[in-house]
């Protein structure tokens, strides 16, 4: 995936305090001042949550650089540079890409945000670096209503994963790489959560192999790659994640694409953010994860396709579809850090046979 540079500079706004000859009055002993500076954030996630970022800089006058691109890239980055940070956060792509992968933990700093104590147990911050502040819905079926028809099927009988092995569909799914995208290696998870007997079993695997063998050979390597192909019709259906497929709806594409949950079970997970390792802008970072599960960063996260992870804040979007409409199953996620690189590795060698 192409790296670009996403720069917002906030103007700082210079109050005089003081009229001609008057001495401004000195700030309360003990208190700091809140703001200014810079934050540099290295994130994978989509545009909405993009902004969210930035709406914190506009509210401290700090100015927030953002380099998007996918989770292995930034944390390839935050690795090359442990020994000399350029940014401060990684926003996203955190809750597999290191909470269950030791090597990456040290690349963190440990810091519990205030207001974690607050949140559901189950999405508090765990392993004394991740602050989790939205929910990512990790199966995410879009599909491109006028491609599909014209393969003569039926866009309403389409409504699980099991549809994604229909023969028509052989070389015109989107795909991630599990290796290489948090999105992607979320998806392999809930299918091996709901597509066997029991949970990650054997039979789960002969239904993923099946599923490859259908890709024929397509494997992206950027998530936004599949919902901008799907929506534009280079695929008939892409296998995302929610955020980005709602923001596709909301923006008017619902007569271009529909969005479908797997009626076997989707998947919920939290989405994190975490301090790189002596960030050059340590403050502000830790008053950006502070923000974010404030009940004002939760409202903002609110009005994107994102859904809160406080969950007496609701999202604005009547295109999200309530939970109550869902088959919504929960992941054993400790279980899939502890293979996830046995399982990453299944899936390439899988798919590399499939070739």
């Known amino acids: 995936m192409k790296k670009f540079f996403k720069l917002l500079m906030i103007a700082l706004l210079v109050c005089s305090l003081t009229a001609c000859g008057e001495k401004a009055p000195e700030e309360p002993a003990g208190e700091e001042t809140v703001g200014g500076g810079d934050l540099i954030i290295y994130s994978p996630n989509s545009d909405p949550l993009i902004e969210v970022a930035y709406t914190f800089g506009e509210k401290y006058g700090i100015n927030v650089q953002v380099v998007s691109a996918g989770t292995g890239e930034c944390l390839e980055r935050i690795s090359a540079e442990k020994e000399n940070p ?48 939205a929910l990512d819905g990790s199966a995410a079926l879009l599909v491109n209503i006028k491609e599909y028809e014209k393969l003569g099927l039926n866009l309403e009988d389409f409504d699980s994963y099991a549809d994604l092995l229909q023969p028509e569909l052989a070389g015109k ?5 599990p290796a290489n995208s948090s999105s992607a290696w979320a998806e392999l998870t809930n299918m091996l959560l709901v597509m066997g007997d029991e ?49 596709l709806l909301v923006d008017g594409g619902g007569d271009k694409v529909k969005l479908v949950y797997p009626s076997e ?39 994107t396709t994102a859904r809160p992870v406080n969950p007496s804040i609701a999202n604005t979007a009547k295109e999200m579809t309530p939970f109550s409409e869902i088959n919504v199953v929960y992941e054993d996620m400790a279980l899939c850090g502890t293979h996830k690189g046995e399982w990453q590795q299944r899936w390439t060698d899988m798919f590399t046979a499939a070739q």
């Open 86 to 133: 350029q940014a401060d956060v990684m926003y996203g792509g955190m809750n597999y890409a290191n909470s269950f992968k030791e090597e990456y933990v040290p690349l963190f700093e440990q810091y519990t945000a205030a207001g974690d104590d607050k949140l559901p147990e189950a999405y508090r911050n765990f392993n004394g670096i991740t602050t989790h502040y």
């Open 199 to 247: 949970p990650y079993d054997e039979k789960a695997w002969e239904w993923v192999s099946e599923f490859i063998n259908n890709l024929n050979g397509v494997q992206l390597s950027s998530s936004s790659a599949i919902y901008k192909g799907t929506y534009e019709g280079e695929y008939v259906v892409g296998v995302s994640y929610e955020d980005p497929c709602v923001s």
């Open 173 to 177: 799914i989107a795909m991630g790489d």
């Open 265 to 303: 079970g989707a998947v919920w997970l939290p989405a994190g953010v975490a301090i790189i390792k002596n960030a050059p802008n340590m403050d502000n970072a830790k008053l950006f994860l502070d923000w974010l599960i404030s009940d004002e960063g939760q409202g903002e996260i609110a009005k």
